[in-house]
């Protein structure tokens, strides 16, 4: 059998990616020098992924020497969300490209394309959600979508909300780039407005350092200036895709689609705070295992439980009080500090709070907190 694009291509399709384009396998000569001087201006905010060595997260040599051809793919992860539980206990919130492991499904659909190459004798290697590679630098040379001012590729008919991965292979497709796919953002500005904390300082431009997605998965004590902007959110943020017309557009027809087929909801969009506050480190690490957490230690889940606690939570509610109590007497320091923030967030009292001598404890006692007379609606 004869491999070619357009094979790999419906391949790719018939196994479920969205988009699939092919490209060569050249350095991402422009993106390094982002990557590079964005990294000097601090914008990543300690992020690693493609910041770590961007030489090599931009080369696919570095991924396979010999490497000439690019197959890259798009899988749609957007599905219908359950409404927010009215229990009258507290949630945190799950953005949607969180709540199952969609990088599983995008790289068998991948291993789907590159199986072929391997039996017609030609190396390939599967790239998705790692750091090896730029891959949206590499969907953008593909053709299979166009730059968004969200610093995100948006592809016809999905919007953002696609993951991205490719099959690095020695084999060789093409001498030059497919044509790049025109602009489709305009004069839109709604991602660069519409984010909560000012994140995107310039059209394809984010500030790590203000992104909620990203600082939800940073070390140390939670910004205190993006706590109350945090709000529910308990991993990730999906407010920029949210207000993209594309995406916008997409959800509309996607949810009457699925009301008529009665396609079940993702269940994983809401997490019970409480839960999270009373579970054990193993699960906790059972449960959110996949998620980027700093060092892997359950200590950030229950540090941004706090946090979103804070925000969300009933201070009249028992479980909430008990809640908050357990976290002040916690052993670790960390989650004691930010159990100060909640509880005076939420008005309670501190009398259980225990070894107050610790500085993270006591920087929290010294901090201004805007309080909450009452739960968020």
Known sequence: MTVTADLLIDIGRRAGLRAVGVCRAEPFAEAARVLRRRKREGLHGGMQFTYRNPERSTDPERVLPGAASLVVGALDFWREGPERPTDGLPYGRVASYARTDHYSVLRTALESVADPLRAAGNRAV???????????????????????????????????????????????????????????????????????????????????????????????VFDPDFRVALGDRIYGCDDCADVCPPNR?????????????????????????????????????????????????????????????????????????TAVDQALVHPDPLVRAHAVWCARRLGLPLEALEHTEDPLVRAELDRQVPPRTAPSA
């Not at 969200?150 to 060789?172: C, F, K, Q, R, Y």
């Not at 969009?269 to 059972?286: G, K, N, P, R």
């Not at 950030?300 to 969300?312: S, T």
Request: charged letters at 25%; proline letters at 6%.
């Open 126 to 220: 599967v790239v998705a959600d790692q750091n090896h590679l730029v891959d949206r630098a590499a969907a953008h040379r593909a053709g299979i979508g166009w730059w968004g001012k969200s610093s995100n590729i948006l592809v016809p008919g999905a919007g953002s909300m696609v993951v991205l991965g490719a099959v690095v292979t020695d084999a060789e497709f093409c001498e030059i780039d497919p044509d790049p796919m025109p602009d489709g953002c305009g004069s839109c500005r709604q991602c660069v407005d519409g984010c909560p904390t000012g994140a995107i300082i310039a059209p394809g431009t984010v500030d790590a350092r203000r992104c909620l997605a990203w600082l939800v998965q940073t070390s140390g």
């Open 249 to 321: 557009v997409r959800i509309r027809i996607e949810s009457r689609r699925a009301e008529r087929r009665g396609r079940g909801r993702t269940e994983s969009a809401w997490v019970s705070l409480i839960d999270m506050l009373e579970a054990s480190d193993e699960d906790l690490t059972a449960r959110f295992g996949r998620w980027y957490i700093p060092h892997r230690q359950p200590r950030y889940l229950r540090r941004n439980a706090l946090v979103a606690l804070g925000n969300v939570g009933d201070p009249s509610h028992p479980l909430v009080r």
